[in-house]
């Protein structure tokens, strides 16, 4: 049975449950002729009852779903002869490994007759295990669904048993949301810990050399990769500071003419504008950098005699800077038009013009909102992975010149992790070490500016 | 009481002074985004059109039953196997017929796309009368032709800045006064998938991973976040386990998009043994990542239905629950639908994640499943951008054009969502 056709018969069963069950409930108010009637409308039972099927099919389902390699896997080890996994050199997963890519009706020459046979069991248990579970499934949703259509009578209240059970799905599926960050945090910190044990902290944290290519033999020159992570953190550093010299500047001129000066009906046509360039994908704006802004720089510093890199910091930082003009703007409008307006007031009357106001009452008084919205702008330039990955280099350096190449935290992630790795060697476990340090950065940036913003809603409101 | 009074009448004219130069700054800050805007559209307008279309070569073939059918079986089986690259081989020498040298033929023959071997086998399979017979036919022209042909500035260039060597040029020249170049629409770019040969490369491939990667992201994210903004914003009580679910999805709003590339792979990859690139881990790495954003949607639109619905509601004898489920939820629809649409827009446009979990590999084939490998289409993007052949640049400008129409088209259903849907009230 396959997935489809088990939606099919899962969805009529389901709706014939639910409708039997109201049935049973409707003819059994009919029989009472001396009140009380059922407690709950008879569609209360057939939801009851409903649920009764849906929950375990789902929740087995689940189960089967995530677990379902594991069994095979296993299945396929206990059905292997004991000499045959001993002959084999690479250990078991390997040889399962080996024995799926099998194909058992066009085996390559020269393969173990035993792992044809094999493969030919892995691929009839594959096929046939989705059919007896879903067939399982069902009969176990419908035989619970069947024994929840005894409790309909006088004494049982369907309405408050259904809307507490929603209410707990309701409950559940918010918890996805921690389900989510438990799991970024432990699979991060697991394998930043595996990293670790093989390159000690501090040299990972205050190391001036990066350079992750592991040995390919053993006993090769520089067989070790070094793992200092200074010279990525400073490229990091410098390719947002060149974004944020670009953004900060004209997000905060538009935002201050757009909230201070602006008429309406300007307003409504260039904030819309402005948004436009935060909904275009990222990997639009690589493009852009890459073939356009970064040859055009090349030849345009060129010509002043000046040698710059294709992929110079200045090129994917000024892109991503234009990327994070809208964050900025929208959030310094924001917390402008919140300044009351008893203070611009004030200062119209001691006879200031309007730039004097905006610059010596209206800023310093925004002035901390401002900040948070630089800072959620900084950990989203930190975070940036597409732009970077396009535009800027690769090879880690330490510099503070914006016209070299260097790379960044989430420029390493993609390069160590891209392509197929074996997943124990120091170079991928790096981009676990270093994924968890963007992730803390950007988690404690966001926390401090909301912080920030919050505390200075707080005081006008 | 005089003097102050001409300080400031001193000062006032320097004071308006910059107050407009104060007020065009703003302007110059607006004017600026917007010019960089329009910059990026137009860059790549300017680049992806040239992609929708592709050049053709007009020859004369002869189709030898020597070569496809030596011994004249008319089986399907042995023309599958005929050399068809000899037949173009054969009638491009025939055109160029003062081209002797081995090494000179070898460049001709590959003016044209190998993509049209198949082309004609199908058409003799399809018409077996064709063999023995002449026929006139436009052939898709390789990527560096094309590329030449539609810049012609290349032309000009010294031969070492040049795709193709002067003695080629010479020969397209030959094409062009004899009118047998022409240019036509690019079918291969709508309804293929990825191509190492640019002039064979499609967009469709990738369309299909995109929508199957989005179909498991709306089907995970959206139960699961109305679900969650329903109950925290109208069931739930007001405590410390709330509020620590609303910090957690507050956070993971913010959290850079690669890092839930990690979780797919370290989880879903390695924990799970999902299958590699395929659209259905990727469609979940993108549901956490578009669950907080229909969540806050949802509770935004749920906040802005009055009190008074609910309160009739409760007052008539429903429960809380019945008065969110019947009335509230119904009425906050609208609202939650722009917000999911906005969310599923962004999802399109992502693609870090994605590299992480191993969508960014070549794939040739259509996929038709949701465990099957795939790319999407800003990986596609991606992976055009990274390969070294010229003919790319202007695909990959054209694949960004297709994303941002499906982008416009997505954001433009939102905004209509909105206006004719959602009540002020």
Known sequence: MGFWSFFIIFCILGYCIHWYAKNKALRYNAKIIKEPKLPSLPSYYGIYSFLWFLLPVLSILLIWFFSKSYLLDYILIQSIPKETITNFDGGKTMMIDVIKSINPEKPFPGTDPNMIESAKYYNQINFNSNSYVFIFILIIGLLLSLISLKKISTFFQARQAVEKTNIKILLLCSIVAIIATIGIIFSLIFEAVRFFEKIPFFDFLFGLTWSPQTAIREGQVASEGTFGAIPVFSGTLLITLVAMSISVPIGLLSAIYLSEYAKPYIRTIFKPLLEVLAGVPTVVYGFFAAITVGPFLKDFIGLFGFNIASESAIAAGGVMGIMIIPFISSLSDDVISAVPQSLRDGSYAMGATKSETIKKIILPAALPGIVGAILLAVSRAIGETMIVVMAAGIAAKLTANPFEAVTTVTVQIVTLLVGDQEFDSAKTLAAFALGITLFFATLFLNLFALKIVRKYKEQYE | ?425
Do not use: C
């Open chain 2, 1 to 425: 009481m005089n003097k102050t009074l001409d300080t400031i009448k001193k000062t006032l004219n320097k004071r308006h002074n910059k107050e407009t130069r104060f007020k065009y700054y703003g302007i110059i800050g607006i004017a600026l985004a917007i010019l960089f805007l329009f910059i990026i559209l137009s860059t790549i307008v300017f680049q992806g059109k040239k992609a929708f279309f592709s050049t053709y070569i007009q020859l004369e073939l002869f189709f030898d039953p020597q070569i496809i059918d030596p011994d004249d079986t008319l089986n399907d089986d042995d023309i599958k196997f005929a050399n068809f690259k000899k037949i173009i081989d054969e009638s491009l020498k025939k055109y160029f017929d003062d081209v002797t040298e081995k090494k000179e033929l070898r460049n001709l023959s590959k003016f044209i796309s190998s993509s049209e071997e198949e082309n004609l086998m199908n058409k003799i399979l399809k018409d077996k009368e064709l063999i023995g017979k002449k026929k006139v036919l436009w052939l898709l022209a390789s990527s560096n032709i094309d590329v030449i042909n539609k810049n012609p500035y290349m032309k000009e260039l010294p031969e070492e800045d040049r795709l193709i060597s002067n003695v080629e040029l010479k020969w397209i020249k030959k094409l062009e006064i004899n009118n047998d170049l022409k240019s036509d629409y690019n079918k291969n770019f709508f309804f293929k998938a990825d191509s190492t040969e640019p002039e064979q490369a499609g967009i469709w491939g990738s369309v299909v991973g995109s929508f199957f990667t989005l179909f498991v992201t709306l089907l995970l994210s959206f139960p699961i976040a109305v679900a969650a903004g329903v109950f925290l914003e109208e069931l739930a009580p007001k405590n410390k386990f709330t509020d620590f679910v609303e910090v957690n999805i507050n956070n993971l709003a913010a959290v850079p998009s690669i890092i839930f590339g990690l979780l797919g792979l370290a989880i879903f990859l390695n924990l799970m043994n999902f299958p590699r690139s395929a659209p259905i881990v990727g469609g979940m790495v993108l549901a956490l990542m578009t669950l907080p954003t229909i969540i806050i949607a949802t509770r935004a639109s749920l906040k802005s239905v009055p009190p008074s619905i609910r309160e009739a509601a409760i007052g008539l004898g429903a429960t809380k629950f019945q008065a969110v489920n019947h009335h509230v939820l119904p009425l906050a629809i609208p609202g939650i639908m722009t917000g999911t649409i906005i969310g599923m827009s962004r999802a399109l446009g992502e693609s870090a994640p994605l590299l992480m979990i191993g969508m960014v590999a070549f794939i040739v084939d259509i996929p038709s499943t949701f465990f099957e490998p795939a790319t999407a289409l800003p990986v596609q993007i991606y992976l055009w951008k990274s390969t070294a052949a010229r003919g790319f640049v202007e695909l990959t400008a054209a694949g960004v054009m297709i994303l941002l129409a499906f982008l416009i088209l997505m954001n433009g259903f939102a905004v209509f969502v909105r206006h004719k849907f959602e009540k002020k009230w």
